[in-house]
């Protein structure tokens, strides 16, 4: 999403050297993000992810570590790449909102404690620190469910699509005054309001473009109760996507997925195109399906869109290891023989492993194994993963013992930042002969991330990476996570929702009642 940068017409003639000079001076720095945290613990990781060479923005997906830990109440870290577009944070103390960076910029952001019970805000200083405020804030049609009800209330209540148009562009004008009073009192840059108002568009055809998608496919569920007819309908949204279309030069660095919605209304003939030659992406569907659930719909859009469209979910399947490195290789194959010059074909051969892992080898239980006092690495036992269910390994592997069981996954902040109550959590365990196992409910294709981080937060005890069938069994009992649990010595449930490690004494006392204790 981008406008192209405006510049002064009289700079140019006077100095247009110089101005190109200063430009690719400019584009050559990459941005400096720092952060100011009070009371936050130490090694409080910040995750950061950057807009990549040709790529806008993949939410999951980098190119290379992007962590950063806090050291005395504050955090640092470069870009390492020098482009225009947003950064998603992820971690507790961290922004909630993408930022916008630009190259050579220095953007900082302090938490600020909420007064009485109230949370914790982000404020951000540095280069447009104004625009990234509005992110911040939701003031940018970016506020989540409540911008989407008011968007489908303005769509139910239009009665014709000429006045639905006009009701849309109603609801973009207060962001976009937001944005134009920042530039006028040079809060922002020029380019920062064109991507922030580009932005602003692609979330009105986000809002409006996936409620009618939903009204289109089944009327009584989407429940938007238009005014107008279908056919004044079809006209608003195809004048919609034809006004804000995601391909547009300036809406390049858009962090909006909205070319699943044109494709979506492709297929379903509700925005005219050819229908497909061929069906690729149809029969890699399978595959996508817990990134994407109609991937097939990819193949309704012209060839430019698909490879940005189908290169943003590949990547995003990359982060997630939702395939094998062989499904994903066949996948990859298909996606560099149509598109040889896409951004998004040397990130993905650059990820994939080049060659099998051990991890993958036959008859290899890769699941289920420990951490013992002073190891690197988790120690795994021989043999296949049998278990069916929770119970079944308790009793499998822990007879006779009481067992403390957390409920964790890779992607669970909350989860982690529990891990550094641990050492007191293991002395008291260790004293009572408790046993802690640690349960993690991260898909099969995570699992190296899953053993380092239980090596990297010295999670002493036993771990096992549940199978499909084990996390299908735990759907009802582990409602969110983290979940905790304790079993007695007889692999009998005694508690099914126990403290957290970070209650301390409370945890304590409860297993102590729990388990008969004295």
């Known amino acids: 999403m981008k406008y192209w940068i405006s510049l002064l017409g009289a700079a140019l003639a006077v100095a247009p050297s110089l101005v190109c000079a200063q430009k690719n001076a400019l584009k050559a720095v990459p941005a400096v993000i720092s952060g100011e945290f009070t009371g936050v613990p130490d090694s409080t990781t910040v995750a950061i992810f950057e807009p990549l060479p040709g790529v806008p923005l993949s939410y999951f997906f980098a190119d290379g570590p992007n962590e950063a830990a806090v050291r005395g109440g504050r955090f640092s870290y470069r870009l390492r790449h020098a482009e225009t577009g947003f950064v998603r944070y992820s971690g507790k103390y961290v922004p909630r909102n993408l930022s916008f960076v630009e190259p050579g910029a220095r953007i900082t952001f302090a938490l600020k404690p909420g007064a009485g ?28 469910p409540p911008d989407g009800s008011r968007i489908r209330a303005a769509l139910a209540g239009a009665p014709t699509a000429t006045a639905g148009l006009a009701a849309l562009e109603a609801e973009a004008a207060t962001p976009k005054a937001l944005l134009m009073a920042a530039l006028r009192e040079h809060q922002i840059s020029q380019r920062c309001y064109d991507v922030l108002t580009a932005e602003v568009e692609q979330r009105v055809l986000f809002w409006a473009g996936q409620a009618l998608e939903f009204h289109f496919q089944n009327p009584a569920k989407a429940n938007l109760h238009l005014q107008m007819p279908d056919a004044e309908a079809r006209q608003l949204i195809q004048a919609l996507c034809a006004r804000y279309a995601p391909t547009l030069p300036r809406y390049r660095y858009s962090a909006l997925g909205n070319l699943g919605i044109v494709a979506g209304l492709r297929a379903q003939g509700v925005l005219p195109g050819p ?37 943003d979910l590949m990547l995003t399947a990359l982060a997630f290891r939702t395939m094998s490195p062989v499904d994903f290789a066949k996948v990859a194959a298909d996606y560099q023989q149509l598109f040889p010059a896409s951004p998004y074909a040397p990130l993905m051969a650059k990820a994939l492993p080049k060659e099998p892992t051990a991890l993958t080898k036959a008859g290899q239980n890769q699941t289920f194994g420990t951490l013992a006092v002073g190891a690197h690495a988790l120690a795994f036992a021989p043999g296949l993963d049998t278990v069916r269910t929770l119970a079944g390994l308790v009793r ?12 964790w996954a890779s992607w669970c902040g909350p989860c982690i930042a529990e891990f550094r109550y641990e050492p ?36 002493r005890g036993a771990h096992y990476l549940a199978s499909e069938a084990v996390q299908e069994s735990l759907k009802s009992a582990v409602p969110y996570l983290p979940t905790y649990m304790i079993f007695d010595k007889n692999g009998q449930l005694v508690e099914a929702s126990a403290y957290h490690p970070s209650d301390g004494e409370k945890l304590y006392q409860q297993l102590r009642e729990r388990l008969g204790l004295r």
């Open 424 to 459: 007191g959590l293991h002395e008291f365990a260790s004293k009572n002969g408790i046993e802690v196992l640690y349960i993690s409910v991260d898909k099969a294709g995570f699992r190296e991330k899953w053993a380092a981080l239980a090596a990297k937060n010295t999670l």
């Open 117 to 144: 019970n109230a949370p914790p805000t982000v404020v951000f200083g540095g280069a447009n620190a104004a625009g990234n405020n509005l992110l911040e804030q939701g003031k940018l049609l970016n506020g989540g």
């Open 396 to 407: 499998q592997q822990f007879a006779g013992r009481p067992v403390f069981v957390d409920f």
């Open 275 to 311: 229908a497909p030659t061929a069906r690729t992406w149809a029969g890699h569907a399978p595959k996508f399906e817990q990134v994407f659930g109609d991937f097939g719909r990819f193949d309704y859009l012209p060839a430019p869109a698909q490879a940005k469209a189908v290169g």
